[in-house]
C-alpha cells in the first residue's frame, strides 16, 4: 500500500486472467475511490447494463466487438474518445482506475501483446492534471496472484509496485490544449509506445511469468521444500509467492524470448519440481502437503477435525436456509461458468454475477416463500423453541402483521449468515478433503514420492553449492 501515491490518480495497470474478479480485488485492495472502463457490451448486455451505467462504466470498443459487426470504425473511434477522455478527467482528478493493457482476459501463465488503450488514457489524464496544474498521475503495476484462479475461495494477493512516473516534460501542448477542452487527441504514437514498451518490464516481475502452469507449480513446490531446509515456513500466500518467484528468477536466464513468451526452462531441478508438482496434483494435493523435513507427506492435526466436525453441524443448522437462498445461485453460477466457450478465466465471471445479481433480484422473492413456510408451519415451530412466533410482538392483528413484516426482513440477514457460513465450511470441507487424500494414498505412492522428493532434495543441494 506503501507505493500507491496519496497525492495524485494512478492507473492500476495488470495481466489480466480472471475475468471480472481482477478489477474487483484491485479495487476492494485500493484506497481511492475509481472510475470505471470496460468492454463495450458490459453496458449493453440485459441485467448487467441496468448497473454498469449507474456505476458509470465508460464502454470501450475493442477490436473483436469491431470484427463481429454493430458499428462502424468511426461510430467506435468516437465512442471509445468519449470514453477515455472521461476516465482521463477522473484519474486527472485524483481517482484510481484499472485497465488492463493486454486488452482481454486469458488464461496462460504468461502476459500476451498489450494494446495501448491505458497508455493512451493516463497520457490524457497527465496532460489534464499539467494543464490544471495538477500532479501528474501515476502508472500503478499491479500483481494478482492467484493459487488456483477458477476455484471457490482460493488464495489471492493483490501486489502494488513501485510507481511508474509519467514523463511530464514530452507531454505535447496541442494534446494539454484539445483535452482541457475535453476533446480527444490521440497522445504522440512514440509517446505511447515508449510507454508500453517501459511498462512490460515492470510487469513482468509480479506475474508467473512462466513457460506453463506445470512450470510455475514447480517453483511454489522447490519454494516449499527449500523453506522448510531453512526451517522458514511460508505460512502465508504472500510469503510463497515471493519465494516462488525468488526460485523462479534463479533459473529463468531472460524474462522473455523473442515471441514475447517465456523461455521454457531446460534445468534437471525444474523438471523434476514440475513432475513431482504433477504427481501430487493427481491427488489434490501441493507443496504445504508435505511435512518439516519436506521428504514425505504430512499426517495433519487431529483438533483441525473436531473444528470442521463443528463448522458441519452450524451448516446442517442453517441448510435449509441456505437450500432456499443460495443453492439456485450456485447452480445457476455453476451452468453459465461451465457452457462458456470464453475460456477458464471467464468461468468465475459467470460465478460472480449469478452471486451479485441473484442476491439482489431473487433474495426478495425467496423471503416472501421462507416467511410463507414459517407462517404456515408457526403451530409446530412455536412448539419446537416454546414461543410463539406469532405473537412476538403482541397478541392482536396489527402485532401479528408487524411480527410477519418483521419475520420477511429478518430473513435477508439469514441468507448472508448461510452463505458465509457456507464459506467457511467450504474451507474445511477442502481441508478435509486434503488430509483425507493424504492418509489414503497407497504405500506404493508414498514410497515413490519420498523417493522423488528425496533425488529432488539432493539436486537443489548440488545447485546451490555451484
Known amino acids: 500500500m506503501e507505493n500507491i501515491p496519496k497525492d495524485r490518480g494512478s492507473l492500476c495497470a495488470a495481466w489480466h486472467t480472471n475475468g471480472l474478479i481482477d478489477p474487483l480485488g484491485i479495487m476492494l485492495a485500493h484506497p481511492k475511490e475509481f472510475v470505471m472502463g470496460g468492454r463495450h457490451d458490459l453496458v449493453t448486455r440485459p441485467v448487467l447494463s441496468f448497473w454498469t451505467r449507474r456505476l458509470a462504466v465508460q464502454p470501450v470498443v475493442r477490436k473483436a466487438e469491431l470484427l463481429r459487426g454493430g458499428c462502424s470504425e468511426e461510430e467506435a473511434t468516437n465512442l471509445n474518445g468519449r470514453s477515455l477522455i472521461t476516465l482521463a478527467s477522473g484519474i486527472s482528478s485524483g481517482f484510481g482506475c484499472v485497465l488492463f493493457p493486454e486488452g482481454t482476459s486469458h488464461d496462460l501463465p504468461h502476459m500476451i501483446r498489450f494494446r495501448t488503450g491505458p497508455m493512451r488514457t493516463v497520457l490524457a489524464a497527465a496532460a489534464i492534471a499539467k494543464g490544471g496544474g495538477k500532479n501528474c498521475p501515476v502508472l500503478q503495476p499491479v500483481g494478482l496472484h492467484f493459487r488456483v ?167 446442517v443448522a442453517l441448510l435449509p436456509v441456505f437450500l432456499l437462498s443460495l443453492l439456485p445461485q450456485l447452480i445457476l453460477g455453476r451452468f453459465l461458468g461451465d457452457r462458456t466457450d470464453e475460456g477458464v478465466d471467464a468461468r468465475t465471471t459467470y460465478q460472480f454475477l449469478a452471486a451479485m445479481f441473484g442476491s439482489l433480484l431473487l433474495w426478495p422473492l425467496f423471503a416472501l416463500i421462507g416467511t410463507w413456510v414459517v407462517w404456515a408451519n408457526s403451530g409446530s415451530i412455536s412448539d419446537f423453541l416454546s414461543y410463539d412466533i406469532k405473537a412476538m410482538l403482541g397478541g392482536g392483528q396489527t402485532s401479528q402483521i408487524l411480527s410477519l413484516v418483521g419475520l420477511y426482513f429478518a430473513m435477508f440477514p439469514l441468507f448472508w449468515l448461510s452463505g458465509r457460513m457456507f464459506g467457511f465450511w467450504w474451507d474445511g470441507y477442502v481441508d478435509a478433503r486434503k488430509a483425507f487424500s493424504r492418509l489414503s494414498a497407497g504405500s506404493q505412492y508414498k514410497q515413490n514420492l519420498e523417493q522423488r522428493l528425496q533425488a529432488l532434495s539432493s539436486e537443489l543441494k548440488s545447485f546451490s553449492k555451484r
Open 149 to 315: 484462479r477458477h476455484h471457490y475461495r482460493t488464495d489471492m494477493w493483490v501486489e502494488f509496485s513501485d510507481p511508474y512516473f509519467l514523463p511530464e516534460d514530452d507531454i505535447p501542448e496541442d494534446l494539454i490544449e484539445a483535452v482541457q477542452k475535453r476533446e480527444w487527441v490521440e497522445p504522440p504514437g512514440d509517446l505511447v509506445r515508449s510507454l508500453r514498451d517501459g511498462l512490460r518490464p515492470q510487469l513482468l516481475p509480479i506475474t508467473p511469468n512462466a513457460s506453463s502452469w506445470d512450470e510455475h507449480g514447480a517453483f511454489h513446490l522447490i519454494a516449499q521444500l527449500e523453506s522448510r531446509k531453512n526451517k522458514r515456513p511460508l505460512n502465508t500466500w504472500r510469503k510463497e509467492v515471493l519465494a516462488a518467484r525468488g526460485v523462479r528468477d534463479r533459473f529463468q536466464t531472460e524474462l522473455e524470448g523473442e515471441d514475447s513468451k517465456p523461455v521454457k526452462i531446460e534445468h534437471p531441478v525444474v523438471d523434476a519440481a514440475k513432475e513431482l508438482h504433477t504427481q501430487l496434483q493427481r491427488r489434490r494435493l501441493d507443496g504445504r502437503d508435505l511435512d518439516a523435513s519436506g521428504l514425505k507427506l504430512r499426517i495433519g492435526n487431529p483438533l483441525r477435525g473436531v473444528g470442521f466436525c463443528i463448522k458441519t453441524f452450524l451448516m
